[in-house]
T-cell receptor
Framework: EPEVTQTPSHQVTQMGQEVILRCVPISNHLYFYWYRQILGQKVEFLVSFYNNEISEKSEIFDDQFSVERPDGSNFTLKIRSTKLEDSAMYFC????????????FGEGSRLTVL | GQQLNQSPQSMFIQEGEDVSMNCTSSSIFNTWLWYKQDPGEGPVLLIALYKAGELTSNGRLTAQFGITRKDSFLNISASIPSDVGIYFCAGQDTSGTYKYIFGTGTRLKVLA
């Protein structure tokens, strides 16, 4: 069964360092998302991406964050200068249809900022 | 911003019991999704609802899209230990964007 895959599963970094989280969405999906979940809290929307551009971003997704689809399969989230409060699980998700499509999530990348 | 409130926040039940949880909002949603999340893993889609009033089942799970489009409930019948986890609702708003907003979650613990 097709699935969303994410790497790395866990990354530890020093505050101020750049981090890139990678995702391979389901192959025939067109809409891509990043969500964040701080430990013990709900899943929060960060950004949606369609047709090679951001379609919406939340207030969490400030100038330190960027997304890119560098090729036909990967979808990346970059945090330029990490802060302690960026420590969280980051989930990539994809959907075949943006309007009413079902959203499928990866297993997540745990980011720990020291 | 839009918020989805889930209740109960957590619940302990005996194995074999039925479980009911709901998700409410002051805003209207076009689509409701229900997810289960195990510790350290990503949310797994359980049921998708697309029309007001729709009632959909997936094995022991049944979910309904509220007539007002502001709520949804999830029922689990004859619970088993592997039902333990956090259940999230997610709603897709009517603003024309593609994002889903997640609820606050219901933590389910099943006592064998």
């Amino acid at each position: 069964e097709p699935e969303v895959t994410q790497t790395p599963s866990h990354q530890v970094t020093q505050m101020g360092q750049e981090v890139i989280l990678r995702c391979v969405p389901i192959s025939n999906h067109l809409y891509f998302y990043w969500y964040r979940q701080i430990l013990g809290q709900k899943v929060e929307f960060l950004v949606s991406f369609y047709n090679n551009e951001i379609s919406e971003k939340s207030e969490i997704f400030d100038d330190q964050f960027s997304v890119e689809r560098p090729d036909g399969s990967n979808f990346t989230l970059k945090i330029r200068s990490t802060k302690l409060e960026d420590s969280a699980m980051y989930f990539c998700a994809s959907s075949e249809q943006g309007g009413t499509g079902e959203l499928f999530f990866g297993e997540g990348s745990r980011l720990t900022v020291l | 911003g839009q918020q989805l409130n889930q209740s109960p926040q957590s619940m302990f039940i005996q194995e074999g019991e039925d479980v009911s949880m709901n998700c409410t909002s002051s805003s209207i949603f076009n689509t409701w999704l229900w997810y289960k999340q195990d510790p350290g893993e990503g949310p797994v889609l359980l049921i998708a609802l697309y029309k007001a009033g729709e009632l959909t089942s997936n094995g022991r799970l049944t979910a309904q899209f509220g007539i007002t489009r502001k709520d949804s409930f999830l029922n689990i019948s004859a619970s088993i230990p592997s039902d333990v986890g956090i259940y999230f609702c997610a709603g897709q708003d009517t603003s024309g964007t593609y994002k889903y907003i997640f609820g606050t979650g219901t933590r389910l613990k099943v006592l064998a």
